[in-house]
């Protein structure tokens, strides 16, 4: 009785993604380099819906994790689960949007944004439509057969959000997606970014060195340390939505968590390597 009651209330709470004791050494087969510890012990779960901020200084192992997390590389110890399972490789369930867009540069927008469906072997009839579809979402529309050298760095970014949208991913991986566009530029990202995840709340863990853009978007932020590599603190973001045209970062509570985040922040040691 009581195993069937903890089993029920363990099913219905498993994350969508979680990192358990997680340790990631690089060079530690490489007797000639210097063992670098990129990530130390770090544990914290996502759940479903839920717009989660890994918040820390460069170096601090951000993009480390989230490349576990996407299966690109593995962890050297611990545990990093999907709704429950082992991460082994990539999956079109968690795709990844990178800092650096990483389109083709060979291929239109519409080209870019089919890609992954041509990889889940999507139709092709429903690919151009559906490609469609997300390019319109991102704004792009006009813009199907340019290709990306053609096109502003924001541009090329939704390029990215879009086919990384078009496959329907359960959970959007989102490296810095803003981090390589101007000021005004990202500040127009942003918004977009809230408007289409307040639409359909995917579960999103985006990475960000930039306290103002984890407390502008995220439900909750997991502020991260150097040396050990792991998350310090995290931080319940009481914003209502939609957030977008409220002029947040205006309010005092948003004042008084930036300087509270960024004292924690302050307290930590450099980048090890830098
Ligand atoms: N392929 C690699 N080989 C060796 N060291 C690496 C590699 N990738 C990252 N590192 C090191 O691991 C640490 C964490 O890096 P990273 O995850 O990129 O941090 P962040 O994204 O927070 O800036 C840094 O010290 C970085 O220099
Ligand atoms: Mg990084």
Not at 261 to 272: D, G, V
Request: proline share 5%; charged share 30%; hydrophobic share 35%.
């Amino acid at each position: 009785m009581a195993d069937t009651a903890t089993a029920h209330r363990r099913s219905r709470s498993t994350p969508v993604l979680e990192a358990d004791n997680v340790l990631k050494l690089y060079n530690d087969d490489d007797p000639s380099k210097e063992v670098v510890r990129a990530v130390e012990h770090a544990s914290f779960r996502i759940e479903r819906n839920e717009f989660v901020s890994l918040l820390g200084p460069s170096g601090c192992g951000k993009t480390t994790l989230l490349h576990i997390f996407a299966g690109l590389t593995n962890q050297t110890e611990g545990r990093v689960l999907y709704q429950g399972e082992p991460i082994e490789r990539p999956s079109t369930d968690r795709a990844v949007v990178f800092q650096h867009f990483n389109l083709f540069p060979w291929r239109t927008t519409l080209s870019n944004v089919a890609f992954g469906l041509e990889m889940t072997g999507h139709p092709k009839a429903d690919r151009k439509e559906r490609a469609a579809k997300y390019i319109e979402m991102v704004g792009l529309k006009g813009f199907e057969e340019s290709y990306p050298r053609e096109l502003s760095g924001g541009m090329q970014q939704r390029v990215g959000l879009a086919r990384a949208l078009a496959v329907d991913p359960t959970v959007l991986l989102m490296d810095e997606p803003f981090g390589a566009l101007d000021a005004q530029t990202r500040q127009v990202m942003q918004t977009e970014l809230l408007r289409i995840w307040e639409q359909d709340r995917k579960t999103i863990l985006f990475v960000t060195h930039d306290i103002e853009e984890a407390l502008l978007l995220s439900d909750r932020i997991l502020v991260m340390g150097n040396d050990p590599s792991n998350v310090r603190r995290e931080v319940d973001v009481p914003f209502d939505r939609p957030r977008y045209g409220h002029d947040i970062e205006e309010q005092a509570e948003f004042i008084r968590l930036r300087r509270d985040i960024w004292n924690t922040m302050q307290n930590e040691p450099r980048n090890k390597t830098a």
